[in-house]
């Protein structure tokens, strides 16, 4: 069984542009964030299988394609070495059990990658995902940001760079007790 980063992409991985159309094509809406990429080098090096888990409901709106998200995602695997990608396409309304805050994409990539989910980390600046790694057992670790919320959460960090401080240092003392 092999640890897991689950990253959420918008807001940790990319940044979106100010003052684009949401009729521009995704990829003019964001940029890949290249102050994240050494950092999430770092986590790769310790052994993490690299995760994206990402609610998309633009997809069911109908204001992305699906060829513009799979652009946009061959993207962030060049740039993040990423292992895979776990979408939501779904709306609010259709409450299925793989938009989070449920945790539907998490237990998906665990199956496929047969994670544990115990030694696995979640980094995300949204509340939505410290619910679902409550739910799983994973540690969460939110960025400071104006939509984390008051849910539970295991660290507040003010940076990637200090959140993957944190993991590398959690995951070498778990490392540690387990030998």
Same mark, same amino acid.
């Given at each position: 069984m092999k640890p897991a980063l689950f990253f959420e992409d918008v807001g940790v991985l990319t940044i979106p542009r100010q003052?684009?159309?949401? /009729?521009a094509p995704l990829a003019d809406r964001f940029q890949v964030n290249h102050d994240a990429i050494?950092? &999430? !080098? !770092?986590?790769? *090096? @310790?052994?993490?299988? %690299?995760? &994206? @888990?990402?609610?998309?409901? =633009? %997809? /069911? !709106?109908?204001?992305?394609?699906?060829?513009e998200l799979d652009q946009a995602h061959g993207l962030l695997r060049q740039s993040f070495s %990423?292992?895979?990608?776990?979408?939501?396409?779904?709306?609010? *309304?259709?409450?299925c059990p793989c938009r989070k805050p449920r945790d539907g994409l998490f237990k998906e990539a665990a199956h496929k990658w047969h994670l544990e989910? =115990? !030694?696995?980390f979640v980094?995300?600046?949204?509340?939505?995902? @410290? =619910?679902? @790694?409550? /739910?799983l057992g994973c540690t969460s670790v939110l960025l400071q940001s104006p939509t984390i919320g008051k849910v539970h959460r295991d660290f507040l960090v003010p940076n990637l760079e200090a959140a993957v401080d944190k993991i590398l240092h959690l995951h070498g003392a778990r490392q540690f007790t387990m030998a």
């Open positions: 003052n684009i159309s949401q /009729s050494a950092s &999430v !080098r !770092r986590l790769k *090096a @310790a052994g993490f299988i %690299l995760i &994206v @888990a990402s609610n998309k409901p =633009e %997809l /069911s !709106r109908g204001t992305i394609s699906r060829r %990423l292992d895979d990608i776990f979408i939501c396409p779904h709306d609010d *309304a259709d409450r989910m =115990e !030694r696995s980094i995300s600046d949204k509340w939505q995902d @410290a =619910e679902a @790694a409550r /739910s």
